[in-house]
Nanobody
Framework: QVQLVESGGGLVQAGGSLRLSCAASGPSFSTLHMGWFRQAPGKEREFVAAIRWSGGSTYAAVSVKERFTISRDNAENTVYLQMNSLKPEDTAVYYC???????????????????WGQGTQVTVSS
């Protein structure tokens, strides 16, 4: 069983930066594909970024591609989301997700992931 715990959220002014962390428990982190999703009030959960088990391939939503960077440290069982140039529309609860096997096409879909964290709130003020 994989457990995920996000941290690093908070309140930041527009234009600022935050780094989210997702710590995973379990012996197989280095074999997991990882994703970040977010959900704003009244909206569906949406894809933000994803990274394959080796870290060799990353994917990001068009809305964040130039501002957010996903990375991972398999030795630390942690995946990160560096968020720069934050905008008020980035305000949401951010969730970490993991899966053992997934197609590239499914990495942007919430249905592709088996494990989820509890989320961390990010609020960007204007």
């Amino acid at each position: 069983q994989v457990q995920l715990v996000e941290s690093g959220g908070g309140l930041v002014q527009a234009g600022g930066s935050l780094r989210l962390s997702c710590a995973a428990s379990g012996p197989s982190f280095s074999t997991l594909h990882m994703g970040w999703f977010r959900q704003a009030p009244g909206k569906e959960r949406e894809f933000v970024a994803a990274i394959r088990w080796s870290g060799g391939s990353t994917y990001a939503a068009v809305s964040v591609k130039e501002r957010f960077t996903i990375s991972r440290d398999n030795a630390e069982n942690t995946v990160y989301l560096q968020m720069n140039s934050l905008k008020p529309e980035d305000t949401a609860v951010y969730y970490c997700a993991a899966v053992k096997s997934i197609t590239i096409a499914s990495m942007r879909s919430t249905g592709g992931y088996d494990y989820w964290g509890q989320g961390t709130q990010v609020t960007v003020s204007s």
